[in-house]
Nanobody, 120 residues
Framework: VQLQASGGGLVQAGGSLRLSCAAS????????MGWFRQAPGKERDFVST????????YYADSVKGRFTISRDSAKNTVYLQMNNLKPEDTALYYC??????????????WGQGTLVTVSS
């Protein structure tokens, strides 16, 4: 499985960005896909995941109400709509896939990361 993430960039605080992650091959309904981020000098943290089959979503407290994860099964793509961005959202964002349906860690496949920079 290859994951290709895109959509990062530089945005002012309060602005929006939409990240995309296209997966190669067919994604099974038992799979979860998600987004994690790593700020400079910090560990990689969970942001959001979505169950491919049901569409149920999960969010870190720090992004609830601002970020929305969604999927397009026909395109085998997961999205992360990020609104009301804050400087503390600045990080390298990774998409990931868990074939076992994990939600918060131990994912099997990782994309290359896309940089989001939020200026104050």
């Amino acid at each position: 499985v290859q994951l290709q993430a895109s959509g990062g960039g530089l945005v002012q605080a309060g602005g929006s960005l939409r990240l995309s992650c296209a997966a190669s091959g067919r994604t099974k309904s038992s799979t979860t896909m998600g987004w994690f981020r790593q700020a400079p000098g910090k560990e990689r943290d969970f942001v959001s995941t979505i169950r491919w089959g049901t569409g149920r979503t999960y969010y870190a407290d720090s992004v609830k109400g601002r970020f929305t994860i969604s999927r397009d099964s026909a395109k085998n793509t997961v999205y992360l709509q990020m609104n009301n961005l804050k400087p503390e959202d600045t990080a390298l964002y990774y998409c990931a896939q868990s074939v076992r349906g994990n939600l918060y860690g131990s994912f099997d496949y990782w994309g290359q990361g896309t940089l989001v920079t939020v200026s104050s």
